[in-house]
């Protein structure tokens, strides 16, 4: 027997990954590389689109919590994310077409993987299916998920550009990692005074912005993890001073001050001759990026090689429709993971993936399927999107606030939040064990 897996995003292979590495035979569909959605570029899979960061690395995080959990849970994407790194402080960066390479390798050689270069248009009717179609998924199928699920909604997210290392102005710039983290180099540092800020701001906040075509843009909701700068400017002269451009934690060596603004670009491949402006996400039309972003001092020759687009972002109401081993309630046999589900964040995505896969392998084998532990990330991410209230739902990324508290209150932050992590992996332990279903590898006998 096999399973069907719709989509071969960073969901999708994970979700394909842990089916196969339980010995089921996988089909494996993917649109690419005959059709594209507008935000994506690379015929690989597992291609990252808004960041090459993947968030925080440290295990006392919410993000380097649900990394640990993954790595311990087997996931490929972590292993491929681990070996694709680059320098970026205390977060896990990746080199994405490295980083989309080794996933894209792992999957087509895998033996119990088949590939179909294909786009379906409406969910198989029969056998036990994965829905990883992503956030930008074609409008037939969306149109039959709209069908089934009774309610998807949509919001729009945003890119961020990218630029080329040596066309930088280096003597208007530093490199350092925010109050020394991670290493000197880990950030390209340009910083503003006050009056080259205020000329930026209203430049930007002035600055003609790009139509969005195709969707209906009379209301469009915009996720506040990816909100462009344009309108994160407009909530208020300072807004920017006190998010992606604040300028605590960092001294311009050449004036031993603190700037009063910063814009931190993160490394974005392996040279270090690309480099992304960090949240700086944006729907502003080209010529007016480069004109706009060319007033930061150190980017006013910049050669962009790749400015920031504007997409769409279509995701389930599974409060009201999905269970938390992430099938669906009117249809146990039929999963949806990945961003469709109303995670928000690659990993998060991803981690919805491997428990998809893994409770579709369990479901296959008429076993029961598996939900981890409300006191780990994953496990608190699978139950809020089941739990919270429907009429309200937006998409959630991993933090410690969804978590339940501790039965000793601890008033240091740094302590609570190491104490918590330590929690979750304790009750992640026996989930970990080789001997659960086959986890680790691939079992005695083949379901193909």
Not at 75 to 92: E, F, I, N, T, Y
Not at 134 to 149: F, R, Y
Not at 168 to 189: H, P, Q, V
Not at 253 to 265: D, I
Request: aromatic fraction near 8%; charge should be negative.
């Amino acid at each position: 027997m096999r399973i069907s897996v719709i989509g071969a995003g960073l969901a999708g292979c994970e979700a394909a990954w842990q089916i196969a590495s339980r010995g089921i035979c996988v089909d494996l569909f993917e649109m690419k590389p005959n059709h594209y959605t507008p935000a994506h570029k690379n015929a690989g899979f597992a291609e990252l689109v808004c960041s090459n960061s993947l968030k925080a690395e440290r295990v006392a995080s919410a993000a380097g919590l649900l990394k640990e959990e993954m790595r311990r849970l087997g996931s490929l994407l972590m292993q491929c994310a681990d070996k694709a790194r680059v320098p970026a402080g205390g977060a896990l960066a990746v080199d994405r077409d490295v980083f989309s390479s080794l996933v894209t390798e792992q999957i087509r050689n895998h033996p119990l993987i088949t590939v179909h270069a294909e786009q379906v248009k409406c969910i198989p009717d029969d056998g036990i299916r994965i829905i990883a179609s992503g956030p930008l998924t074609a409008q037939e199928l969306a149109d039959d998920i709209a069908i089934i699920c009774a309610g998807c909604l949509s919001f729009y997210d945003a890119a961020a550009p990218i630029v080329t290392a040596e066309s930088l102005d280096m003597d208007a710039c530093f490199t350092a990692s925010r109050y020394d983290k991670g290493g000197d180099n880990a950030y390209i540092n340009c910083p503003m005074n006050k009056e080259e800020y205020e000329r930026f701001y209203d430049a930007l906040v002035t600055a003609e912005r790009a139509p969005v075509h195709g969707f209906d843009v009379a209301d469009p909701k915009v996720y506040e993890g990816c909100m462009p700068v344009e309108v994160m400017a407009g909530r208020g002269h300072d807004t920017l001073r006190f998010g992606p451009l604040k300028p605590v934690g960092l001294r311009d060596p050449k004036t031993g001050h603190r700037p009063w603004a910063v814009v931190q670009l993160r490394q974005e491949n392996t040279a270090a001759t690309l480099y992304n402006l960090v949240g700086f996400q944006t729907n502003l039309k080209f010529p007016e990026q480069k004109r706009v972003f060319g007033m930061i001092p150190a980017l006013k020759n910049a050669d962009f090689v790749r400015y920031g687009v504007m997409h769409r972002n279509t995701f389930i109401n599974s409060p009201k429709v999905l269970l938390s081993d992430f099938s669906l309630k009117a249809d146990p046999t039929l999963f949806f993971a990945g961003q469709l589900t109303g995670v928000e964040g690659y990993m998060e995505s991803a981690a919805s993936g491997l428990m998809a896969g893994w409770n579709a392998a369990r479901l296959l084998n008429e076993q029961k399927t598996v939900i981890l532990p409300r006191e780990t990330m994953i496990g608190a991410l699978s139950r809020y999107l089941v739990e919270c209230d429907s009429a309200h739902f937006q998409p959630m990324g991993a933090n410690f606030g969804i978590l339940p508290p501790l039965e000793e209150h601890i008033r240091d932050k740094r302590e609570r939040y190491e104490a918590l992590a330590q929690r979750s992996l304790d009750m992640l332990l026996p989930y970990t064990q080789k001997d659960v279903d086959g986890m680790g590898g691939l079992s005695d006998e083949n379901h193909c």
